[in-house]
């Protein structure tokens, strides 16, 4: 618009020498031109926005909009580094062509590239035009996207005019799954009695009686409809089996949005890890509530894809809580955001108890001495990036 309305200038300053050297009918007529071009222009951008509305016996004249716009978003779901086309449609409902309008998009720069936030295009009286973005996330998450305004102009360029638009899609983006060579579960051992993974565990959808609670009970046991009935707490028992189990406890306090990504990543990729070797698998992370395991890996992705970040209860007191209620042997993932030495020490404690503990870290969490500790204790610790292949 700026090099529109410094062309007209520089026509209208030239109309004005000229009549300056030469005065005659034709100069004249040539300077009217220039001066009525663009109020002509803006009245006929004006005049073809107008639409008659009837209510009741009258008729009434007001401005409509100067396109008629939908939009769609395919796909809406999708792993992170995919691309997703979000596509505009625009149709001109003036009696005059559009020569330049742009489509201004809205998006969170912070987390989402765009290959472009505007475009620029025209269309025909009556015309239609598509415009295409691509978007890619950076991260996981729910994002709203969609086309802010779009900026049109006169016949001549010289008047700008905004029509803004309400309507936003949301996408959502779930963490990528890297491969995982190898985890230390001790997948195979020659005694299954004394293999930390192949415990004598219980299969929880046959149930052999009921009992009264123990204090060494799982919440696991509990038969919530019957302890309300009785006023007390009652057990129940289930058939034996053996089962490998994994549980995946994840530090989900508030973070930064690039920790957050990683450690959904780690968490996910021990995931599907487990679920490929046959591992019956817990989600554990606060606000999680009636979890149970699962082998159903569909289900435990959404889940884990779902898990919020969010203000809550110190992590080394629900983790204290959590190894005071599970002494029976387990297989432990555990990704936290800082090692610190209570979690180190809860570790050590969890151990103590026959328990399987993996500590996953990351670079930016966890510095040389506090590895070598870990070493020292023979804490089994992963470095997620150098695992995944």
Not at 103 to 130: C, H, I, K, M, W
Not at 180 to 209: G, K, M
Not at 238 to 258: C, H, R, W
Not at 268 to 283: D, E, K, M, P, T
Request: with cysteine.
């Amino acid at each position: 618009m700026a090099k529109n309305r410094l062309i007209y200038g520089v026509v209208l300053l030239a109309m004005l020498v000229l009549l300056f050297i030469q005065e005659e009918p034709m100069t004249y007529f040539a300077l009217y031109a220039v001066l009525i071009l663009p109020p002509l222009s803006l009245l006929l951008t004006l005049v073809s926005r107008l639409h008659v509305e009837k209510r009741g016996a009258q008729r009434f004249l007001h401005l409509k909009d100067y396109f008629t716009v939908s939009d769609s978003l395919h796909p809406n779901n999708v792993t992170k580094g995919e691309a997703v086309q979000y596509k505009l449609y625009v149709k001109n409902n003036s009696f005059l062509p559009c020569i330049f309008a742009k489509a201004r998009f809205r998006a969170d720069s912070t987390a989402l590239d765009v290959n472009d936030t505007e475009q620029y295009f025209s269309a025909n009286p009556r015309g239609r035009r598509d415009v295409m973005f691509q978007i890619r996330a950076k991260y996981r998450g729910n994002y709203e996207v969609g086309v802010n305004t779009i900026v049109y102009y006169d016949f001549l360029g010289l008047f700008r005019f905004k029509q803004k638009l309400d309507k936003k899609l949301i996408f959502t983006v779930v963490p990528r799954i890297r491969p995982i060579s190898f985890l230390p579960l001790d997948t195979t051992a020659h005694d299954l009695s004394i293999a930390r993974n192949y415990i004598q565990d219980e299969d929880y959808s046959v149930i052999s009686d009921l009992r009264q609670y123990q204090p060494t009970d799982s919440h696991r046991r509990i038969h919530w409809k019957a302890s309300a009935k009785k006023s007390e707490l009652i057990s129940k028992n289930f058939g034996e089996m053996e089962q490998k189990s994994a549980v995946l406890y994840i530090d989900n306090t508030e973070t930064t949005l690039p920790r957050e990504d990683t450690m959904m990543e780690a968490l996910v990729s021990a995931l599907a890890y487990c679920h490929q070797n046959g591992y019956s698998i817990f989600l554990r992370y606060s606000g999680d509530e009636d979890s149970s395991f699962s082998t159903n890996f569909s289900s435990l992705y959404s889940e884990a894809a779902n898990i919020n970040f969010q203000e809550c209860d110190p992590f080394d007191n629900r983790f204290n809580r959590f190894i005071s209620l599970h002494m029976e042997s387990l297989n432990l993932l555990l990704f936290v955001q800082n090692v610190t030495e209570d979690v180190i020490s809860l570790v050590h404690t969890f151990q103590q108890y026959g328990n399987n503990a993996i500590l996953f870290y990351f670079h930016d969490q966890t510095g040389a001495d506090t590895l070598k500790k870990l070493r020292e204790l023979n804490l089994i610790c992963v470095d997620f990036y150098t695992l995944s292949c």
